[in-house]
């Protein structure tokens, strides 16, 4: 059974970091794109980052230059550092599986979902 386990969440100033970790499980994860999404209230789920299995990596615009995205392929991890955060990055943030996809950003293209974490960002 694939498990994508979440982790890192909690409350942050403005201007403050945090990094999310995403561990996944249950299966071989060779050659899949893993992304972050986020969901705030009211809001659709929308895209943040993902990393492919050669280690590209692209983003949503709002989120360039403070976000990165990582993986440690030999621990089936991928991470999410987010940096000089703001109030507006405040949702609960998915980790997300896919194959065989070409830079996969919309939620329809994964295939594995974590149950995710909640960040909130005070002003």
């Known amino acids: 059974q694939v498990q994508l386990v979440e982790s890192g969440g909690g409350l942050v100033q403005a201007g403050g970091s945090l990094r999310l970790s995403c561990a996944a499980s249950?299966?071989?994860?060779?050659?899949?794109?893993m992304g972050w999404f986020r969901q705030a209230p009211g809001k659709e789920r929308e895209f943040v980052a993902a990393?492919?299995?050669?280690?590209?990596?692209y983003y949503t615009d709002s989120v360039k230059g403070r976000f990165t995205i990582s993986r440690d392929k030999a621990k089936n991890t991928v991470y999410l550092q987010m940096n000089s955060l703001k109030p507006d990055d405040t949702a609960v943030y998915y980790c997300?599986?896919?194959?065989?996809?070409?830079?996969?950003?919309?939620?329809?293209?994964?295939?594995?979902w974590g149950q995710g974490t909640q960040v909130t960002v005070s002003s």
């Open positions: 997300a599986a896919t194959y065989g996809r070409f830079y996969p950003k919309q939620a329809r293209e994964y295939d594995y």
């Open positions: 249950g299966r071989n994860f060779y050659g899949y794109t």
């Open positions: 990393i492919t299995w050669s280690d590209s990596t």
